[in-house]
Every structure is written in C-alpha cells, then in structure tokens.
C-alpha cells in the first residue's frame, strides 16, 4: 500500500514539474538587449527621437502603461537621520512620547559598553531600543542615566507660577514572580 501510494505522489510530482512555463532564458535575454542597445545608438544622432519600442512580454514587462506614483511614499534616498531631526524641529511626537512614564516598562539594558542601550516596552508590548538622550513620556522626558538594572529619565514640569521642575524617574527592570 505505500509503494502505491509513494509512486502516486512521485508521478503527480513529475508530472507538476512538467507543466511550468519558464521565462526567457539567459541568452534570449542578452540577444534583447544587445539589440535596443544597438538600435539606440544607430539613432542617437539621428533627428527627432522616436518613442521606445514596447518590449515582448516574453521580456519580464509586468504591467503595460505602469507609472510610478511618489505621492504618499518616503523618498528612499533621503536620510532616517534627517527626517528625525525635522520631525523634532516640527514639534511631533515620537512613539514613546504619547505614554506616561508609568505605562512604559525597561525590560533589558545593555550597559557595559561605551554607548548603554535599554529595551523597553509600551503598554501594547512593542518594543524600544532607547539611548541617553532619548525622548521618553508625555512630560518631555529624556534618558539622562543608563546603568545596569536601571534607566534614569529627568522630566521637566511646569508649575503654576510658570516655574520650571526638573524631576528624576528611575526604571528599574522588572523582575518576574515565581509562583
């Protein structure tokens, strides 16, 4: 009963392999280019351009009349750095800015090293790495301290009179309860 069946599956095998469609091979698609290459430059310096020739669709074409749409999309060559610092300038929030101080919780810290890093979590539990200087919390946080079971964060009130208090929140990383 199983040599049955494994020569059933082993045919149906072959027989999938059989039936796909290969695109154009490696020399079909040289021949291609070395002839829009050499058509282009018999009539480079020829009067009035003629608009290209539409390739086969044996050629790789996707989609005929395609035209890419930048609106809505992040220009990939313009820097992460670049766009943080004009987020800043703007007066945005970044994510761990739109919680309290309380609702964010240090889950890890890497602190033997020249430049300390710290996990932490927001209440939906994704994930941070955070460094000294890093904006944190509603009330303009920064992380000032990283040590190696802590994360220092200075916040600066305002109070009724309008004068400024600096306060000094240390994280500590939770440890679990055994049961």
């Known amino acids: 009963m199983r040599r049955i069946v494994g020569i059933a599956l082993a045919g149906a095998l072959l027989a999938a392999c059989g039936n796909e469609v290969a695109g154009p091979s490696t020399s079909e698609y040289e021949a291609a280019r070395t002839a829009k290459l050499n058509a282009a430059a018999a009539g480079a310096g020829k009067g009035p351009k003629k608009p290209p020739a539409e390739a086969p669709a044996s050629e790789g074409n996707i989609e005929k009349g395609y035209v890419y749409e930048p609106a809505g999309k992040r220009d990939p060559f313009r820097s992460f750095v670049l766009e943080e610092a004009a987020r800043r300038n703007k007066g945005e929030r970044g994510p761990l800015e739109q919680f309290e101080i309380g609702q964010i ?24 790495i955070v460094k000294e200087g890093t904006p944190i919390g509603k009330n303009a946080g920064l992380v000032t301290k990283i040590s190696d079971s802590t994360l220092v964060v200075r916040e600066v009130y305002e109070d009724t009179l309008g004068g400024r208090t600096e306060k000094d929140i240390e994280m500590r990383i939770r440890q679990s309860q055994g049961g």
């Open 105 to 128: 919780a240090l889950q890890a810290v890497v602190w033997g090293t020249d430049k300390p890093r710290a996990l932490v979590t927001d209440p939906q539990g994704r994930g941070y």
